[in-house]
């Protein structure tokens, strides 16, 4: 009581699970992919959108003064009237403050100013203006300049023909005032980046309330795990009511429970018939060693207690060397040497080897069939060694033990242990291969029995990938059949 006390204390007092500080959370995580996903979406829509802006302004101002400088060339070509027109063309770009500030000048061959926009020389002087070749269809790249004062302007120059006998050149300038669309680019740049900003808290709270409606269910299932401990090994998650992914998460979890309380149950069940197996040989050991002692005794009998106590001593012997075989044969690393063997002389080797014992309980045993296996030659003889010792002690007088090889259709190989003793009731059946477990008609055939004979051809069997199963009536015999695995 007071151990089992002190078990439940130090388990109430032991610290819960947590995860370790430096490692960042699923839900951390899903935030930050989010943002970040959300945030490269918002950069590269931003930049497209800011790059289609900057190219269109920059087009349209090029076609503008390309258009300008054709109409120059146009009014240049003219033989009348060309300074009346070219001053209202200057007139029409500098008259009306609403309109696109530009500015046009129109120079001789020599340099010499012929005219210009009015205050175009304290603005955009005559040597900003690259000189263009005197092709007259070559109107050059229009190219920026920035004013001291902290304009911009977009210049383009270009050859124009004057008058029809196209002799006589001059060269056309013209300039634009590009200052109102890089303050219109800088407001777009400040109103992108409050977009931008705005969008990545915006992001970054729906990440957060994704990720935790989404780890909610996660948090369910940890909460509910936890409520789990050896002693409510029973309880289950269930798969109703979760995601998809967490409901196959909640199934795998439900079927290792499963797992954990079979082996739980089957330690608790093989714990207790252990104490209870030991506990009878160690009793009569125990008994006859205080008969001995409590009184002088004849030589004659002290031998016959010890031949007693020496019988009791190899009982659990066997036991432990049964448990032991038992234990290896559950250790996954464990591994058999298989050969191919002739399944009739093996069965016939074991037969020969009782052949005295079944001779002696006059009960006929016979061999039949042929048939190939790949086994272990000592683990196959024992697994039919036990099957026949079961078989001969609980065969009455005049009974009969076959042994039979056959192959079956899949090409795997069964060896068939048939007898016509006193069989085993429907109830003892599904428990015949648990460890220490007997039959009633067992334990009074054979008390000196351990109940571990069949377990352990059922781990033989599993050692070689095999199968066994057992059918039973009262009073007309039991069948076993091992299936061995067809050959590779």
Same mark, same amino acid.
């Given at each position: 009581?007071?151990?089992?006390?002190?078990?439940?204390?130090?388990?109430?007092?032991?610290?819960?699970?947590?995860?370790?500080?430096?490692?960042?959370?699923?839900?951390?995580?899903?935030?930050?992919? #989010?943002?970040?996903?959300?945030?490269?979406?918002?950069?590269?829509?931003?930049?497209?959108?800011?790059?289609?802006?900057?190219?269109?302004?920059?087009?349209?101002?090029?076609?503008?003064?390309?258009?300008? /400088?054709?109409?120059?060339?146009?009014?240049?070509?003219?033989?009348?009237?060309?300074?009346?027109?070219?001053?209202?063309?200057?007139?029409?770009?500098?008259?009306?403050?609403?309109?696109?500030?530009?500015?046009?000048?129109?120079?001789?061959?020599?340099?010499? /100013?012929?005219?210009?926009?009015?205050?175009?020389?304290?603005?955009?002087?005559?040597?900003?203006?690259?000189?263009?070749?005197?092709?007259?269809?070559?109107?050059?790249?229009? @190219?920026?300049?920035?004013?001291?004062?902290? =304009?911009?302007?977009?210049?383009?120059?270009?050859?124009?023909?004057?008058?029809?006998?196209?002799? &006589?050149?001059?060269?056309?300038?013209?300039?634009?005032?590009?200052?109102?669309?890089?303050?219109?680019?800088?407001?777009?740049?400040?109103?992108?980046?409050?977009?931008?900003?705005?969008?990545?808290?915006?992001? *970054? %709270?729906?990440?957060?309330?994704?990720?935790?409606?989404?780890? =909610?269910?996660?948090?369910?299932?940890?909460? *509910? !795990?936890?409520?789990?401990?050896?002693?409510?090994?029973?309880?289950?998650?269930?798969?109703?009511?979760?995601?998809?992914?967490?409901?196959?998460?909640?199934?795998?979890?439900?079927?290792?429970?499963?797992?954990?309380?079979?082996?739980?149950?089957?330690?608790?069940?093989?714990?207790?018939?252990?104490?209870? +197996?030991?506990?009878?040989?160690?009793?009569?050991?125990?008994?006859?060693?205080?008969?001995?002692?409590?009184?002088?005794?004849?030589?004659?009998?002290?031998?016959?207690?010890?031949?007693?106590?020496?019988?009791?001593?190899?009982?659990?012997?066997?036991?432990?060397?049964?448990?032991?075989?038992?234990?290896?044969?559950?250790?996954?690393?464990?591994?058999? +040497?298989?050969?191919?063997?002739?399944?009739?002389?093996?069965?016939?080797?074991?037969? +020969?080897?009782?052949?005295?014992? *079944?001779?002696?309980?006059?009960?006929?045993?016979?061999?039949?069939?042929?048939?190939?296996?790949?086994?272990?030659?000592?683990?196959?003889?024992?697994?039919?060694?036990?099957?026949?010792?079961?078989?001969?002690?609980?065969?009455?007088?005049? %009974?009969?033990?076959?042994?039979?090889?056959?192959?079956?259709?899949?090409?795997? &190989?069964?060896?068939?242990?048939?007898?016509?003793?006193?069989?085993?009731?429907?109830?003892?059946?599904?428990?015949?291969?648990?460890?220490? #477990?007997?039959?009633?008609?067992?334990? !009074?055939?054979?008390? +000196?029995?351990?109940?571990?004979?069949?377990?352990?051809?059922?781990?033989?069997?599993?050692?070689? @990938?095999?199968?066994? @199963?057992?059918?039973?009536?009262?009073?007309?015999? !039991? !069948?076993?059949?091992?299936?061995?695995?067809?050959?590779?």
């Amino acid at each position: 009581m007071c151990s089992g006390s002190g078990r439940e204390e130090g388990a109430a007092a032991r610290p819960p699970v947590t995860a370790p500080s430096g490692a960042w959370s699923m839900a951390s995580r899903i935030i930050l992919f #989010h943002t970040l996903s959300v945030l490269g979406l918002l950069l590269l829509s931003m930049a497209f959108l800011y790059w289609g802006l900057v190219t269109n302004l920059n087009r349209e101002d090029a076609d503008f003064l390309a258009g300008k /400088i054709r109409v120059l060339r146009s009014i240049l070509r003219e033989d009348t009237d060309v300074w009346d027109l070219l001053g209202q063309e200057l007139r029409w770009g500098s008259g009306d403050p609403s309109r696109t500030k530009y500015y046009v000048r129109v120079l001789d061959e020599g340099g010499r /100013i012929l005219i210009e926009t009015p205050r175009m020389g304290d603005v955009l002087p005559p040597r900003v203006f690259a000189v263009p070749a005197r092709d007259a269809g070559d109107q050059g790249t229009p @190219g920026k300049w920035r004013s001291p004062r902290g =304009r911009s302007y977009l210049l383009a120059s270009a050859w124009a023909e004057v008058g029809r006998s196209r002799g &006589t050149m001059s060269l056309l300038q013209a300039g634009l005032d590009v200052s109102p669309e890089e303050s219109l680019l800088a407001d777009y740049r400040r109103k992108l980046g409050v977009v931008l900003l705005a969008g990545i808290l915006l992001s *970054a %709270g729906a990440g957060v309330l994704i990720a935790w409606r989404g780890m =909610r269910p996660l948090a369910e299932i940890t909460e *509910a !795990t936890r409520r789990i401990k050896a002693t409510q090994l029973h309880e289950r998650i269930g798969s109703a009511g979760w995601p998809r992914e967490l409901s196959l998460l909640a199934v795998s979890f439900d079927q290792m429970l499963d797992r954990l309380e079979e082996s739980f149950s089957r330690l608790s069940r093989f714990s207790a018939d252990l104490a209870h +197996e030991l506990r009878t040989p160690i009793n009569n050991l125990v008994g006859e060693a205080e008969v001995a002692l409590s009184k002088e005794r004849e030589p004659e009998e002290y031998r016959r207690i010890l031949e007693s106590s020496l019988e009791e001593f190899g009982r659990l012997s066997r036991m432990v060397d049964n448990l032991l075989f038992l234990a290896r044969a559950e250790n996954p690393e464990t591994r058999i +040497e298989r050969m191919t063997l002739n399944a009739r002389k093996e069965i016939e080797a074991v037969g +020969e080897f009782y052949e005295a014992v *079944a001779r002696e309980q006059r009960v006929e045993v016979t061999c039949r069939g042929t048939g190939t296996v790949r086994a272990d030659p000592t683990l196959f003889r024992r697994a039919v060694s036990n099957l026949l010792s079961n078989a001969l002690r609980h065969t009455p007088p005049g %009974g009969e033990v076959t042994l039979s090889v056959g192959e079956r259709e899949d090409r795997s &190989t069964e060896v068939v242990i048939r007898d016509t003793g006193a069989g085993i009731v429907p109830e003892d059946l599904p428990r015949i291969f648990d460890r220490f #477990h007997r039959s009633a008609g067992a334990k !009074t055939g054979y008390p +000196e029995g351990t109940g571990l004979g069949l377990a352990i051809v059922k781990s033989i069997m599993d050692l070689h @990938g095999g199968g066994c @199963g057992i059918t039973s009536e009262p009073d007309r015999g !039991t !069948t076993v059949t091992l299936v061995f695995p067809r050959p590779a």
